[in-house]
């Protein structure tokens, strides 16, 4: 059971390239999420998906966009990085009730440089 | 606005102390308080839970201490181990919104 797949696992990008981070899951989970981490900052949430067909702005989603593709995948892309978006970035999935928690994926680590 | 401040920053301790972290919130709607345990290049995964209708819950060597009134919650790691490493972070989440507002992390070192 793989649960939440996150690739690729490390990228190096130049400031104004663009580039898609994929996720899925295979837990048939409705919700997906997909959150920065920042040394210091904790874990911020950029974008989610409640449900399928569904997307919402979190925390800090200036500077991404995100598709729900189907209910497995969900990607976030960053159109034009910035160094300001270094960082790790993790997808995660959860059932709609609180107690099952959240399952995250490994990570990206991301360098805009 | 921070609605989960966590605390401390980082944490050393000796194996087989206790390691205590504390976190407190703001929202009285909050009614699900969670705690993730992160290893280094990976990604959080949870570790234990508590809801507000309990003020302890303990699951081997890890409790959840819970105060309604103070609106604080913490996690003691008792007869901390090096393999308890990792960063730890709390969460707080409301039935209206399944989504948690997390604390900023803690850093745990546990030396041999």
């Known amino acids: 059971n793989a649960g939440v797949t996150q690739t690729p696992k490390f990228q190096v990008l130049k400031t104004g390239q663009s580039m898609t981070l994929q996720c899925a899951q295979d837990m048939n989970h409705n919700s997906m999420y997909w959150y920065r981490q920042d040394p210091g900052m904790g874990l911020r949430l950029i974008y989610y998906s409640a449900s399928e067909g569904t997307t919402d702005k979190g925390e800090v989603p200036n500077g991404y966009n995100v598709s729900r593709l189907n209910k497995r995948e969900f990607s976030l892309r960053l159109e034009s990085a910035a160094p300001s978006q270094t960082s790790v970035y993790f997808c995660?999935?959860?059932?709609?009730?609180?107690?099952?928690?959240?399952?995250f994926g490994s990570g990206t680590r991301l360098t805009v440089v | 606005q921070q609605q989960v401040k966590q605390s401390p920053q980082s944490l050393i301790v000796q194996k087989g102390g206790i390691s205590i972290i504390n976190c407190a919130y703001e929202n009285t709607a909050f009614d699900y308080f969670p705690w993730y345990q992160q290893f280094p290049g990976k990604g959080p995964a949870l570790l234990i839970a508590i809801r507000p209708d309990v003020s302890e819950k303990k699951e081997g060597r890890f409790t959840i201490s819970f105060n309604k009134s103070a609106k604080q919650f913490s996690l003691h790691i008792m007869d901390s181990q090096p393999g308890d490493s990792a960063t730890y972070f709390c969460?707080?989440?409301?039935?209206?919104?399944?989504?948690?507002?997390f604390g900023r992390g803690t850093s745990l070192i546990v030396h041999p």
């Open positions: 995660a999935s959860s059932t709609r009730g609180q107690e099952y928690g959240y399952t």
């Open positions: 969460a707080a989440s409301s039935g209206g919104s399944y989504i948690p507002t």
